[in-house]
Structures are given as C-alpha cells and as structure tokens.
C-alpha cells in the first residue's frame, strides 16, 4: 500500500484524503483544527456513497485513516504530500519548510493553490524539485481534473512519476507547461467570474438567472466538448476558420466589460485552427454532431433522474404531455391488451451492439408495470398510504432488435390478478414487430410489515375488471416458459 499525507484537513484536502483512502492507499492526516476528524469524516461519508458508483469495477480495498498532532509524524515515509492549507504565501512556505525536514526526498509534495505560481511555493526550499503545483476540483473525490504545474526545478522524470500516480486514484493530470498566476481553469473561471459580477451590478441579470443561462445551455456543451471543440462544430463543415471568420469580430464589440482581447490577426486564426484540426480533425462535423448528441442526451438524462437542472426542464415538459398519452382504467379497451408504455428509445439505452442493451428492457417492462399498477389504483398516494406491488419474479425474452430512435410501445396482458398475486405478460413492439416480452409475477404488501397482504377494495374492483376484460384473450405465447434447451 502507498500512503498519501493530508496537510490541512478542510473541503480541499477532505476530498483528497478521500480519493486516495477509496483507491487502496493508507492516508495521514495532519490539521490543527479540533474539528479536522469530524469534518473529514462526513466528507468521507458522502465519497462513499458515490466514487464507488463511478466504477463498473471494485475499487481496491479502503486503506487506513490516521490523525496525527505533528506533521513531522504524518510525513514521514508518505509517498505523497498533499498541502491544501490557506492561501497564504508565507503560510505555505513555512509548510514546506517544516514537512521537507521530516519527509522522504523521493515524495512528491503537491499543493492545492488555486492562484500562486510554483515557482512561488519552491522560493527557499530545501528541496525545489520536490515541490509541484497539483491543482483539483471541488469535489475532489468525483472530479478528475488535476493542473500539474511544474518549474525547471522539477525534472521530467518527476513530472511524470506524479502524473503515474495521480492517474492510479482516478484523476487526468492535465500537465501546465508554462507557469502563470491561477493556471489554466481558474484564470478562465475569473473571467466569468467578473463579467457575471458586471451583469449583477449593473441590473442586467440576477445570479439565478446567470447560473440558469449557463446550468441550461453551454455549461452542459462545455461538460463534454470543452470550447473550443463546441465552436468548431458550430462552423458546420467549414470547420473552425468559419467560425472565426464569422464570430471573431465580435472581439472587438463591446459585448463585454473584458475588453482586452487579442488582436484578431490571421496568424491567430491559423493557429486556433491548426491545434483545433491537430485536436479533433480526425472526426467529420456530422461525426463530432452524433457524439456531442449522445453525450447530451446521457448527461441530461441523468439530471431527469434527479429533477435537477435542464433535467428538471425535461420532466415538466414529460408532465405536460403525459395526459392523454396513455389510457386510463376507462379510456382502455380491457377486451385487449393495455397500452402501458409508448416513447422513443433513448440513445443511452444502446450498447456496443448497436441496440437496445439488456437491462433496458428491463426498465421498459418494470415502467409497464408501474403504469398499470397506477391504472389499478396503486399510484403514488396509494403507495404512500402504506401498500405497493413487490416483484417476485421477472422473465424477459428479447426476439428481434431494437435500436436508438425506435417507436415502441408496450400493450399489457393481466393472466392472474386475485387476492395478494398479481401476474403480468408485457409484449413490446415496434410497429407491427414484436420485439421483446416480460413476464413479472408480483405480491402485494404493507409497506409496514414488508409482508404479503391483499389490496384495497378499490384495486380489488379494478382488478376484476381487467379480469373480466381480457377473459377471452389466449393466454401469450412464451408465459410461463423456463430457458429452453439449445436443440
């Protein structure tokens, strides 16, 4: 096991402390704050509960947390020196000057300035060459970006060894190669930063309304395509130089209270285009077009999941046209199957294949069963009252293909519903084309004893029916099946 030495215990060096006790490594603890231990500990809680999930594989298995009331005690024999004390030059400088008596000469000592210059941090050190500006995001636990800003002082060999080793926790070290006040991200933030401060102060736009015009629309852009690559794909065919050419004069408009621009020359326009080829030159637009829509769509799902954002967007305009969408109890023709769920396949729901991955049918059949269990009765008030359905049993067979865009609907056939038993034949279609069925047997229960019990009145009604309904339909082809005997 390797062993990372936090030097200052706050929201910084919580997330690095828990980067590295997550990814296997013993992590030492030094922070004068009586509180360090708490604080610490809850950010723990939280990385838990969530960097694991990042995963689709275990991550090793959690090393050792130590407090300790000298530094000199939490250095020693560390492989790795994380300071995130206060941005105070002076303050740092003492650090350094104190740890560097007690560590080992072959660790790396990273600090997490957001604004001083490495070269600053190394001014008087025992050992400059060991001392590296590695620059995270908050929270340092789930975001990858390290800035690795290194000095002449910091031989190639040691820029790589801290890059090895930030990479085997997780993070993508992004190497700085020419040190400046802020380094990269920051000085960009600062620059939104302050025109937003303009925008307030000058009754343009309240800070919801900054945060909404950027959480709605080029925030989620930048997540996945970053700037540049996002104003190439808008020049369309003719690629950035159109671009360019067509937005570069507005540099010189006073769209922004930063008006110290460069000068817009053709030889900064050929620079920008040449590294925008170099970066992205071997994906046509259309190509960079289809992946910036995946990523959207899969970015933007997963903030419909939380209500959160465009995602919340999203499901208030689901909400909207849900009504009328699919029958009620009333509106459905009960002699046939019940329409129970009609959308669109997502992009995010196919695999490598090309189609629809396994465990999306799954959530497409057990979407089914949540609407005719709302059609019965067993919405979310009955639910909250204290009983629901508990799926026992599942049975899926997948028939043809279904591919990203495809129209399906689901049409639901009740073969047992009596009593605390509730049984289920789902058909999905594409057209006419049968691709896939899904059988669930499920029990009704309180969700106070969590034990099997029989539903209200009201859904035993709506029950019967159904029953009385779909009497007269076969019973499906494939119900009831095990997995056959290859012939």
């Not at 604080?39 to 298995?61: F, Q, T, W, Y």
């Not at 060894?161 to 990479?167: E, I, S, T, Y």
């Not at 992205?280 to 190509?287: L, N, Q």
Request: net charge negative; glycine share 10%.
């Amino acid at each position: 096991m390797k062993t990372a030495a936090i030097i200052g215990g706050g929201v910084i060096g919580g997330g690095w402390a828990a980067r590295f006790l997550l990814n296997g490594w013993n992590v030492r603890v030094f922070d004068p704050d009586p509180e360090a231990e708490r604080k610490i500990g809850e950010v723990l809680d939280n990385a838990r509960r969530s960097l694991p999930g990042l995963s689709d594989v275990p991550l090793p298995e959690e090393g050792a947390l130590t407090f300790h009331a000298e530094m000199a005690d939490a250095v020693q024999g560390a492989d790795w020196i994380q300071e995130s004390v206060p941005e105070r030059l002076d303050l740092k400088l003492k650090v350094y000057k104190g740890l560097q008596e007690a560590c080992d000469p072959g660790a790396v000592i990273g600090s997490s300035t957001s604004g001083f210059k490495p070269s600053e941090l190394q001014e008087g050190a025992l050992r400059p060459e060991q001392i590296v500006v590695t620059h995270p995001f908050n929270p340092v636990y789930l975001l990858p970006l390290i800035e690795v800003v290194p000095t002449a002082a910091n031989s190639a060999e040691f820029v790589a060894h801290a890059q090895d080793l930030l990479k085997s926790v997780g993070f993508f070290p992004l190497h700085v190669k020419k040190e400046i006040d802020a380094h990269i991200a920051d000085r960009f933030l600062e620059a939104v930063w302050r025109e937003a401060l303009w925008l307030v102060k000058d009754g343009i736009a309240t800070t919801e309304e900054i945060d909404e015009a950027i959480r709605m629309g080029f925030g989620i852009r930048w997540a996945q395509m970053g700037l540049f690559e996002t104003y190439r794909v808008a020049g369309g065919e003719a690629g950035m130089k159109h671009f360019m050419a067509q937005f570069g004069p507005a540099l010189e408009w006073p769209w922004t209270k930063l008006m110290d621009v460069p000068e817009f020359t053709d030889e900064l326009v050929d620079l920008i285009a040449g590294q925008s080829d170099a970066q992205s030159g071997m994906h046509s637009i259309r190509e960079l077009e289809r992946i910036r829509d995946n990523n959207l769509v899969g970015m933007m799902r997963a903030l419909k999941a939380q209500n959160w954002g465009a995602g919340a967007v999203l499901n208030a305009h689901d909400a909207a046209l849900k009504p009328g969408a699919l029958p009620s109890l009333d509106q459905a023709d009960l002699s046939q199957p019940i329409l129970t769920l009609a959308r669109a396949v997502p992009l995010d729901w196919t695999d490598y294949n090309g189609h629809m991955t396994e465990s999306k049918y799954l959530e497409a059949f057990a979407n089914s069963t949540d609407r005719f269990m709302e059609i019965i009765g067993c919405d979310a008030d009955y639910i909250a009252s204290g009983g629901s359905y508990f799926t026992a049993e599942t049975h899926i067979r997948h028939i043809d293909e279904t591919h990203a865009g495809a129209k399906i609907e689901v049409r639901t056939q009740m073969l047992l519903g009596a009593g605390k038993k509730l049984h289920l034949f789902h058909s999905m279609y594409e057209g006419d084309k049968l691709l896939a069925t899904g059988e669930s047997f499920l029990l009704h229960v309180s969700l106070e004893t969590r034990r099997p019990c029989a539903p209200s009145t009201e859904i035993e009604a709506a029950l019967g029916r159904v029953a009385e309904g779909q009497a007269g339909l076969p019973y499906p082809e494939g119900a009831g099946n095990a997995i056959r005997k290859p012939a």
